[in-house]
């Protein structure tokens, strides 16, 4: 049973820093992608960063280039998001996401099979 919890979300000033974490688990296989989303309140949920977890391989939309950094920590199965220079538009419910073994992984979500309950980040102006 996949399973994924993300913790790391808080309430920050514009220009602060956090670091959301999903700590996975019930994986029996390594070709997979993992990906956070995130969701504004009347907004449909939008793909943030997706990272390739054979090839090591990353991708960002463009709102978030060059601010957040997805990696993943092999031994501790957790997937990180360091989120830097925070703005107000960055406000949302993130969530982690993973797909099936061998699936695509875009920024869409029907790609993703798993989903992690969210965590709250709330950047102030």
């Known amino acids: 049973q996949v399973q994924l919890v993300e913790s790391g979300g808080g309430s920050v000033q514009t220009g602060g820093s956090l670091r959301l974490s999903c700590a996975a688990s019930?994986?029996?296989?390594?070709?997979?992608?993992m990906a956070w989303f995130r969701q504004a309140p009347g907004k449909e949920r939008e793909g943030v960063a997706i990272?390739?977890?054979?090839?090591?391989?990353?991708q960002y939309a463009d709102s978030v280039k060059d601010r957040f950094t997805i990696s993943k920590d092999y031994t501790k199965q957790t997937l990180y998001l360091q989120m830097n220079s925070l703005k107000p538009e960055d406000t949302a419910m993130y969530y982690c996401?993973?797909?099936?073994?061998?699936?695509?992984?875009?920024?869409?979500?029907?790609?993703?099979?798993?989903w992690g309950q969210g965590t709250q980040v709330t950047v102030s102006s």
């Open positions: 996401a993973a797909t099936v073994p061998g699936g695509l992984g875009r920024f869409r979500l029907d790609d993703y099979a798993y």
């Open positions: 019930g994986f029996t296989y390594s070709a997979y992608y």
């Open positions: 990272f390739n977890n054979r090839e090591e391989s990353v």
